[in-house]
C-alpha cells in the first residue's frame, strides 16, 4: 500500500464554500448520522439506467418481497433487473413521467410493514468466487453507476476487459452541492467499498487499485485505511493508492478525472478505458457490488442527501422508489411554497413537480430544498467569467449568442457538443443569465440516445453516445458462470469465508 502526496486536480470549474457542503456546518449535528426511513410506498420505474426499460415481471395483486425482482431485462436488450427494497402487495402497474422527461412503467408497491426478505437474500457463505461469477452476480443484481448517468456496471466491466485496462479507479470525489452521500457511505461502510474494490479489480482483471478522494476528507481517508490494513493478509497481490484531489466542483466527471490525473484532454469518441487504460466505479456503486455478492442483496436501496440554502443536513438511507414527499416529511424538511425541490444537485438537478409521485432512483443522489429566488437578467457585460468556470474549456456566452442568433451550426463548430452541464457557467454570472439551461439542453439533443437503440443492433458492436463518448458495448455477458477461454477463471476473492466485519 503506497500513499501519495501530491493534489490532482483540474483547472476551471470553482471552488464550493463550505456554505454549499452541509458536512463542514457545525450548527448541524444530525447530518453526521445515517437516518433510515421505510416508506408505506414505493414506485419502481423500470428504466433506472442509460439504456433501455425493464418489463414488469409481476401482477397487481401479487405479494413481493425485499430483494425481489420486480423487473427484467428483454434478452439482449441493454436494460437491467429492477428490485423491491420493501415487502407489500404490487397495488398498480402504470405509467410515469420522470423529471428527466423518461417515460416508462412503474410497479407500485403498498408495504406491509412485515419487512419480509426474499429466501434469495442471506450472507453468502463462501466468497471464493471467480471472475465469471463475480460479473454474473453483479449484472443479476441490477447494479448501474450510482453517482452518474447510470451505465450498467456488467457494461463498464465489459468494456474495461475489452480495452485492456490495468487500474480500476474507485471514485470518491462527490463535489456536488449540497450532497454528501458518497461520503456518508464511506464512513458507514468502508470494508465494503475495499472489497467491492477488490471484487471489482478481479472481474476486469486488473490487481492495481487507485482511490481517488479530496485530500480534505481525512476521516474517510483514515477509515479506507484501517479497511485495506484489515484486508492486506487476504489480498497481497493487490495494489492500493490514494490519489488526492483538491476540493473543486464538477470534480470527479471522467474526463476530468483523465486531465487532472493523466494530463490527457479526451477527444470525441475516446473514454478512460481506451485512452487512460483505467475504468473508474463510484464508491457506492462498489458498496452495491459487493453487498450482491456477500449478502446477496441486489441494487434495491441507497443513500441520499437532503439538504438546501437554508435546509439542515440529513444522510437517509431509503429503499429504491421511495417518494420524495415522504422522505421529506419524515425528516422534517421546512418545506414551504417559496422552496423548490431540486432532484438531484442544485445545479445540475431538476425541479420536483409532483413529490408525491417523483420516486427515488438508482442515480438519485440528494434531494436539494432551495429558496425561489428570481434574479432579474440583464444583457451580457462580457466579464468572461463564464469562461474561466467552464471545467471544458468552452465560452458560454458565445455558444449562448450563437444559439440565440439561430446559428447551431457555428455553435456545433464551437464545440457545444463537449458541454457537461455542470451548471458552472451560470452558477457565476452575474447577469444571470440561463447560459446552462440553453447551451445544455441543445447539446444534449445532439447527444441523444435513440429511443429504441435495439433498433440500432445493441447486442452486436454498436456505437452509443455518451456525451462526446462512445460506448462500445456487447451487452451479452458469460454464459452462466462460466469460465473464461483459454484459462481457468482465476479466484478474485481467494479467501474462506463470509463477510469482513
Request: with cysteine.
Amino acid at each position: 500500500m503506497s500513499i501519495h502526496d501530491r493534489r490532482y486536480s483540474f483547472h476551471q470549474g470553482f471552488s464550493m464554500d463550505n456554505a454549499l457542503d452541509f458536512s463542514k456546518r457545525s450548527s448541524f449535528k444530525r447530518e453526521i448520522l445515517l437516518e433510515k426511513f421505510y416508506p408505506s410506498r414505493i414506485i419502481l420505474p423500470m428504466k433506472m439506467n442509460y439504456g433501455e426499460a425493464a418489463v414488469p415481471t409481476v401482477r397487481v395483486g401479487e405479494k413481493v418481497t425485499i430483494g425481489q425482482c420486480v423487473g427484467a431485462p428483454n434478452p439482449g436488450s441493454f436494460a437491467v433487473p429492477v428490485h423491491s427494497g420493501i415487502s407489500g402487495e404490487v397495488k398498480e402497474i402504470r405509467n410515469i413521467t420522470l423529471p428527466n422527461s423518461v417515460t416508462c412503467k412503474a410497479v407500485v408497491i403498498e408495504s406491509d410493514r412485515k419487512r419480509t426478505y426474499h429466501p434469495s437474500v442471506y450472507p453468502r457463505a463462501d466468497v471464493n468466487i471467480s471472475a465469471s461469477k463475480v460479473r454474473g452476480i453483479v449484472k443479476d443484481a441490477g447494479i448501474v453507476g450510482m453517482g452518474g448517468e447510470g451505465i450498467p456496471t456488467i457494461a463498464k466491466i465489459n468494456m474495461a476487459r475489452r480495452s485492456g485496462v490495468d487500474r480500476i479507479l474507485v471514485n470518491c470525489l462527490q463535489s456536488e452541492p449540497y450532497a454528501n452521500c458518497d461520503y456518508m457511505r464511506i464512513s458507514e461502510s468502508p470494508e465494503y467499498i475495499v472489497m467491492g474494490a477488490v471484487a471489482l479489480a478481479g472481474a476486469v482483471g486488473v490487481k492495481r487499485i487507485d482511490f481517488l478522494i479530496p485530500d480534505s476528507r481525512k476521516e474517510e481517508i483514515s477509515a479506507l485505511q484501517n479497511a485495506m490494513q484489515m484486508s492486506a493478509g487476504d489480498y497481497s497481490g493487490y495494489i492500493f493508492n490514494f490519489k488526492y484531489f483538491k476540493d473543486r466542483f464538477p470534480q470527479g466527471y471522467y474526463a476530468l478525472v483523465a486531465k487532472a490525473l493523466y494530463g490527457v484532454d479526451l477527444g470525441e469518441g475516446e473514454t478512460l478505458e481506451s485512452r487512460c487504460k483505467a475504468v473508474m466505479f463510484n464508491c457506492s456503486t462498489v458498496y452495491s457490488c459487493w453487498e450482491a455478492i456477500a449478502d446477496n442483496m441486489p441494487l434495491s436501496s441507497r443513500i441520499i442527501s437532503i439538504s438546501g440554502d437554508d435546509e439542515p443536513g440529513h444522510n437517509v438511507l431509503v429503499p429504491i422508489g421511495t417518494p420524495v414527499s415522504e422522505i421529506l416529511n419524515n425528516v422534517n424538511s421546512n418545506i414551504k411554497t417559496s422552496k423548490k425541490l431540486i432532484w438531484g444537485n442544485c445545479l445540475t438537478g431538476l425541479e420536483i413537480k409532483d413529490p408525491d409521485n417523483t420516486p427515488v432512483i438508482k442515480t438519485t443522489s440528494a434531494i436539494s430544498v432551495i429558496s425561489r429566488k428570481e434574479f432579474p437578467t440583464t444583457p451580457c457585460i462580457r466579464c468572461f467569467q463564464c469562461e474561466d468556470a467552464c471545467p471544458m474549456g468552452l465560452e458560454p456566452a458565445l455558444l449562448h449568442n450563437l444559439l440565440k442568433r439561430g446559428l447551431e451550426f457555428s455553435a456545433q463548430d464551437e464545440g457545444i457538443r463537449k458541454c457537461i452541464a455542470c451548471g458552472s457557467c451560470s452558477y457565476v454570472c452575474p447577469a444571470a443569465i440561463d447560459l446552462t439551461g440553453v447551451i445544455a439542453s441543445y447539446a444534449q439533443k445532439l447527444n441523444k440516445n435513440p429511443e429504441h437503440p435495439d433498433k440500432l443492433g445493441f447486442t452486436e458492436h454498436t456505437k452509443i453516445n455518451i456525451g462526446s463518448v462512445s460506448l462500445l458495448e456487447t451487452f451479452e455477458e458469460d454464459e452462466e458462470y462460466q469460465t473464461e477461454e483459454g484459462g481457468d477463471d482465476n479466484m478474485v476473492l481467494p479467501f474462506e469465508g463470509g463477510k469482513l466485519i
